[in-house]
């Protein structure tokens, strides 16, 4: 496939269109560093409410990578769409998980982003629900308490296990594929983060172990780790089985 996406600097390109089987799973990573100073050009293709988003953050750096992540995610979109990236309209629903508004519903296209410190990620799939997180390492010292307020039996029992850069590492993965999951179903925190278990091993393609009540629930969803680049924890979640996932992290860093 003619796909590229070279977004590490400000000349950013996108061989349009580009080609999204029913089966696979698209993942994009951009290095927001790269590229948020050149905030005038991103924003020429963001909304009016996405411009007053941008706006409310207090520090500049914050607001560049927003409008810098808004704008890649427009501008990804519309090369599956082959459309007018500014032209893109949204919806939200009530748990604020976003989507691509009925004008767009033709296409299947279906699609889930996050972003932490200077690296965004994009997952996009047709008629597929998706979550996707990335986190960045250390960000938060208290890791102990978090696992003990947020994690599960089985994922605190998994952490106690290990110590050092790997109890962080592991607590990472943890989280990202947690908050994975949750945004998957779009149900987002009214889930408590206890009511199911992941695996906390590196590399796990079926990191989904066990939901509760439903225990069917976890046959659903496919739960997996996503490279996020180095000092960085990502993880994906897409509905259904036996989907490929393409990382275009290669051409994206």
Not at 198 to 224: C, H, I, K, Y
Not at 229 to 246: D, S
């Amino acid at each position: 496939m003619n796909q590229n996406m070279n977004i590490t600097d400000s000349s950013l390109k996108i061989n349009a269109p580009l080609a999204l089987p029913e089966n696979e799973v698209h993942v994009w990573r951009a290095d927001l560093e790269s590229i948020r100073e050149d905030e005038s050009r991103w924003q020429e293709v963001l909304s009016d409410n996405e411009k007053e988003r941008a706006a409310r953050f207090h520090f500049p750096v914050d607001r560049q990578r927003f409008v810098a992540s808004r704008a890649l995610l427009r501008m990804i979109l519309a090369g599956y769409l082959q459309s007018d990236p500014s032209g893109l309209t949204f919806i939200y629903s009530k748990r604020e998980k976003p989507s691509l508004a009925p004008a767009h519903a033709a296409s299947g296209l279906m699609f889930n982003l996050s972003h932490s410190g200077g690296v965004s990620l994009y997952a996009i799939a047709r008629r597929r629900e998706l979550g996707i997180d990335v986190e960045q390492l250390g960000r938060n010292s208290d890791l102990q308490g978090i696992a003990h307020r947020f994690f599960s039996a089985c994922e605190q029992e998994q952490l106690a296990k290990l110590s050092g850069e790997e109890k962080v590492h592991a607590f990472f993965r943890c989280w990202t594929r947690k908050e994975a999951y949750i945004k998957a179903t779009g149900d987002g925190l009214a889930v408590p983060l206890t009511q199911f278990d992941v695996s906390l091993e590196a590399g796990s393609m079926n990191a989904l172990l066990a939901t509760r009540p439903d225990a069917a629930q976890a046959q659903n969803w496919d739960l997996r780790e996503v490279p996020a680049g180095a000092g960085y924890a990502g993880a994906i979640c897409i509905q259904g089985q036996g989907c490929e996932v393409k990382d275009w992290s290669r051409s994206a860093i």
